[in-house]
């Protein structure tokens, strides 16, 4: 594996890592010493890449991190679907959430960044751990996307709206969820 592949493939594991990834383990992962690792990290670095060092290992600091607010509406079968549709264009799902007329936001941390997160979250509902929480709203839901870049957001959005997901805000919604969910 070259060098630029290798460091490729060390950035995708610290993206997708929930906390820090000790060189060690990146060396046995990538059967190169630690300096290897070490000399990898510091070019990163130099790529402007915010990797920080910790006595448990390295973490990917996410740069930019931007967000915005989907409405979206599918049936269960298409679950899966649209969190991979999100996560393949370069996003996070960060929650879902729907607006009910009498319990005003409820929502629910995902934390959805890859596809075996994705899989994870609807084997879990599939499985009888839990239902979806838009099944109280007729399937209209919520997700606060969070991504790098405007763009990556834009082509999101794009992408929701080409298979039919995105739907347009009633009257009686408000606009601001988060005013509302912090005072619930």
Same mark, same amino acid.
Request: some cysteine; aromatic content about 8%.
């Given at each position: 594996? !070259?060098? &630029? /592949?290798?460091? %490729?493939? @060390?950035?995708? *594991?610290?993206?997708?890592?929930?906390?820090?990834?000790?060189?060690?383990?990146?060396?046995?992962?990538?059967?190169?010493?630690?300096?290897?690792?070490?000399?990898?990290?510091?070019?990163?670095?130099?790529?402007?890449?915010?990797?920080?060092?910790?006595?448990?290992?390295?973490?990917?600091?996410?740069?930019?991190?931007?967000?915005?607010?989907?409405?979206?509406?599918? !049936?269960? &079968? /298409?679950?899966? %679907?649209? @969190?991979?549709? *999100?996560?393949?264009?370069?996003?996070?799902?960060?929650?879902?959430?729907?607006?009910?007329?009498?319990?005003?936001?409820?929502?629910?941390?995902?934390?959805?960044?890859?596809?075996?997160?994705?899989?994870?979250?609807?084997?879990?509902?599939?499985?009888?751990?839990?239902?979806?929480?838009?099944?109280?709203?007729?399937?209209?839901?919520?997700?606060?996307?969070?991504?790098?870049? &405007?763009?990556?957001?834009?082509?999101?959005?794009?992408?929701?709206?080409?298979?039919?997901?995105?739907?347009?805000?009633?009257?009686?919604?408000?606009?601001?969820?988060?005013?509302?969910?912090?005072?619930?």
């Amino acid at each position: 594996m !070259s060098g &630029e /592949k290798r460091r %490729e493939n @060390l950035l995708k *594991i610290l993206q997708e890592s929930d906390g820090a990834v000790s060189g060690t383990k990146l060396a046995q992962n990538f059967q190169v010493s630690r300096q290897v690792i070490v000399q990898d990290i510091a070019l990163l670095r130099a790529a402007n890449y915010d990797i920080i060092s910790t006595h448990k290992g390295y973490i990917l600091q996410i740069k930019g991190n931007l967000q915005r607010v989907f409405k979206v509406k599918h !049936s269960p &079968e /298409k679950m899966l %679907e649209e @969190l991979n549709l *999100i996560v393949d264009c370069g996003g996070r799902v960060e929650d879902v959430f729907v607006y009910h007329k009498i319990y005003g936001v409820v929502r629910v941390e995902m934390n959805i960044k890859s596809r075996r997160d994705a899989k994870k979250y609807v084997d879990g509902i599939n499985g009888g751990v839990s239902v979806p929480l838009e099944q109280i709203t007729s399937q209209y839901h919520y997700h606060t996307v969070s991504a790098d870049s &405007e763009d990556t957001l834009d082509e999101i959005q794009k992408e929701l709206d080409m298979q039919g997901y995105l739907v347009a805000l009633r009257d009686y919604e408000p606009v601001d969820f988060w005013s509302n969910a912090k005072n619930d």
